[in-house]
């Protein structure tokens, strides 16, 4: 059954069709909003538009290392919306290393995810900012990781990453105000597709460290960021942890 805590709002989510991306898509529209599915690569992401409840909903190209398709996707939703009530920064990558073998974190690796994870998401809000201001009371989410905090993550470069995304949650949050609001969502480890294909082991001892004794399921993160557009109205430049009291672990 459709909600309507965001009926008649329009939202864009970057890395749209990915696992996580996917539920955050999925929840916004089951809450009534039209969603813009963000993509780099063609084919899953008109699929889900098309699944999604409701009706209205695209899918746009937008690379997030490419400021250019950036700017034209903005075009595009600007004749599609109008105007923008909320931007999700899930675009992201990585790749496991261990933290201590930093000859395997090659200079190519570290580049592609400084490129995606913290310049797209200030590229991808630069692009959206117009469609933004248009909107009475836009709303940004960058989904960060609780790695941003712990330093334990796939490796040093994506933890870094993440702090930098937290950072710019808060300088984001100040810059921006009052008319548009800036949070991150900071997950552990999500029940994702991929998380699926590593090594069960792994994942269960992942979830014995945690104080839940399970995974996050992307579904909660999804409902953290709705909370963030619908029920934290007075919040900005901060940090929603859902991670099953992982640090304490």
Known sequence: MTGSALSGRTAFVTGGAGGLGKAICRKLAAEGARVAIGYNTPGKAEALAASLPGG???????????????????QSLRGTFGALDILVNCAGITRFVPHGDLDALDDALIDEILSVNVRGVIAATRAMLP??????????VNISSIAATTAMGSNIAYCASKAAVDNLTKSLGRALA??????????????????RSLDVAWRDEQAQRT??????????IAGAVV????????MTGAVIPVDGGRPLG
């Open 178 to 195: 009052p008319g548009i609001r800036v949070v991150s969502v900071a997950p552990g480890l999500v029940d994702t597709e991929f998380v």
């Open 227 to 234: 909370a963030a557009a619908t029920t934290l109205g007075f």
């Open 56 to 74: 209205g909903h695209v899918a746009v190209r937008a690379p997030v290392t490419d400021s250019a398709a950036l700017a034209e996707a903005a």
């Open 131 to 140: 469609l933004l201001r248009d909107a009475e009371g836009g709303l940004v």
């Open 211 to 220: 104080p839940l004794r399970r995974l996050a399921d992307p579904d909660e």
